[in-house]
């Protein structure tokens, strides 16, 4: 079985600046996908960001971009000149690939990031 | 393109009865996947259903259980309802092998 730890509950960072969320998970398998989600107070949850595990390059999707380092089981977010809409809770996700259909998703507890003006 | 939708937005029940939540995939979606969501929790894993079948399933009791319908929309029943249950149930679609878009979730108390 999969799990996904989010040891930080909450975060606070000033407008502009950057700020990194850390998730570590564990795992046997060697084939998988690595998420982060966003949900603000409005419920929705939001794909941010997605990392194959096959690959070495860290995924980047404009102010955000991750740090994968797959022998340590790591997988954080950093999120550059951070705005007031940054604030929301942020999960993240482990996805097993498998030959069949798709897999589920498995969350961490999530952190709270709150953006001050 | 419509994303994935879900009614109704708020619910109400007592203990005992009966409820059912509906989701429709987002457009070219095939399977989708049910998480129930607590209160400052992350979501935890239902089941899924892909070509009208139960595919996976979490650690949930046989009071809950879905189908899926030929549209690929799908619905999720919870017999004999606790204070438990009152949850964010959150229904994801993707395609295989893809990547799970959520919608906007039911809030279901239960009294």
């Known amino acids: 079985a999969q799990t996904v730890t989010q040891s930080q509950p909450e975060m606070s960072v000033q407008e502009a600046e950057t700020v990194t969320l850390s998730c570590t998970y564990d795992?046997?398998?060697?084939?998988?996908?690595l998420f982060w989600y966003k949900q603000p107070p409005s419920r929705q949850m939001i794909l941010v960001i997605r990392?194959?595990?096959?690959?070495?390059q860290n995924a980047t999707e404009n102010r955000f971009s991750v740090n994968f380092q797959k022998a340590a089981k790591s997988f954080s977010l950093k999120i550059s000149d951070s705005q007031l809409g940054d604030t929301a809770m942020y999960f993240c996700?482990?996805?097993?690939?498998?030959?069949?259909?798709?897999?589920?998703?498995?969350f961490g507890k999530g952190i709270t990031l709150s953006v001050r003006p | 393109d419509a994303g994935v939708t879900q009614s109704p937005t708020h619910l109400i029940k007592t203990r005992g009865q009966q409820v059912t939540l509906r989701c429709s995939p987002k457009?070219?979606?095939?399977?989708v996947s049910w998480y129930q969501q607590a209160l400052g929790q992350g979501p935890q894993f239902i089941f899924q259903?892909?070509?009208?079948?139960?595919?996976q399933r979490g650690n949930f009791p046989d009071r809950f259980s879905g189908h899926q319908f030929p549209n690929y929309s799908s619905e999720l029943n919870v017999n004999a309802l606790l204070l438990g249950d009152s949850a964010l149930y959150l229904c994801?679609?993707?395609?295989?092998?893809?990547?799970?878009?959520f919608g906007p979730g039911t809030r279901l108390t239960v009294t």
């Open positions: 994801a679609s993707s395609s295989r092998r893809g990547e799970q878009y």
């Open positions: 795992t046997s398998e060697n084939n998988y996908y």
């Open positions: 990392q194959e595990a096959y690959k070495q």
């Open positions: 996700a482990f996805m097993k690939l498998g030959t069949g259909a798709n897999s589920k998703l498995t």
């Open positions: 457009s070219g979606h095939d399977t």
């Open positions: 259903y892909y070509e009208e079948e139960e595919r």
